[in-house]
Structures are given as structure tokens and as C-alpha cells.
């Protein structure tokens, strides 16, 4: 269940950057909301993993799931640019979550 908790905590960072740059393009008020909601949610997924996973493993995949998903939202969502590098690195750090799950077991 841990790691359904830390998956849930990396897709709501994820929702948490949604929402601010929706905010900063539009900079409709509820946005601040949504952002504050995602990332308490966030946090309290992360710590409810954190009872079963270690600290550095649970905090690496966390930022690993943000950093990963923000590239691809940014790139789906906002048209944000795309490139071979960006992909590659992206592949890095899943392969890097791979092994830091691997090694949790």
C-alpha cells in the first residue's frame, strides 16, 4: 500500500504544478487553492509511504514521479518543447526509480 501512497503523492505534485501554471497564465484565484490542496495532499501521501519506505527512496521517486510527469504535462499540455535530451534524461530518472525500488525490496 506504500507504494500506491507514494504513486498518489507524485501524481498530486504533478496536479499541484497544473495549477500553478495555470495560474500564471491566467491568474484566476482558484488556482491558489487548487495549488494548496495538491500539494497538502501531496505531502500527506508522501508521509503515509514514508511509514514503510525510507525516507531518501521515498523522497527520490517522489521528485523523480513530479519531475518526469511535469515534463511530459508541460510538453502535452503547454506545448512546451520537446527534444531527444528531454527523453533521454526523462528515461534516466525512471531507470533511477526503478532502482531505488528495486533496492527498497
Same mark, same amino acid.
Given at each position: 500500500?506504500?507504494?500506491? #501512497?507514494?504513486?498518489?503523492? @507524485?501524481?498530486?505534485?504533478?496536479? +499541484?504544478?497544473?495549477?500553478?501554471?495555470?495560474?500564471?497564465?491566467?491568474?484566476?484565484? =482558484?488556482?491558489?487553492?487548487?495549488?494548496? /490542496?495538491?500539494? &497538502?495532499?501531496?505531502?500527506?501521501?508522501? &508521509?503515509?509511504?514514508?511509514?514503510?519506505? &525510507?525516507?531518501?527512496?521515498?523522497?527520490?521517486?517522489?521528485? @523523480?514521479? @513530479?519531475?518526469? +510527469? +511535469?515534463?511530459? /504535462?508541460?510538453?502535452? *499540455? #503547454? %506545448?512546451?518543447?520537446?527534444? =531527444? *535530451? %528531454?527523453?533521454?534524461?526523462?528515461?534516466?530518472?525512471? /531507470? &533511477?526509480?526503478? +532502482?531505488? %525500488?528495486?533496492?527498497?525490496?
Amino acid at each position: 500500500m506504500s507504494w500506491f #501512497f507514494l504513486f498518489l503523492a @507524485g501524481c498530486m505534485e504533478i496536479i +499541484g504544478v497544473i495549477a500553478m501554471k495555470k495560474l500564471i497564465n491566467t491568474g484566476k484565484k =482558484i488556482f491558489l487553492l487548487a495549488i494548496l /490542496v495538491q500539494f &497538502s495532499l501531496s505531502f500527506s501521501f508522501l &508521509s503515509l509511504a514514508m511509514r514503510e519506505i &525510507s525516507m531518501g527512496i521515498a523522497y527520490a521517486i517522489w521528485t @523523480g514521479i @513530479g519531475a518526469g +510527469g +511535469g515534463v511530459v /504535462v508541460g510538453i502535452l *499540455l #503547454f %506545448k512546451e518543447s520537446k527534444n =531527444i *535530451l %528531454k527523453f533521454f534524461f526523462l528515461g534516466l530518472i525512471l /531507470v &533511477s526509480s526503478i +532502482g531505488l %525500488k528495486l533496492l527498497a525490496n
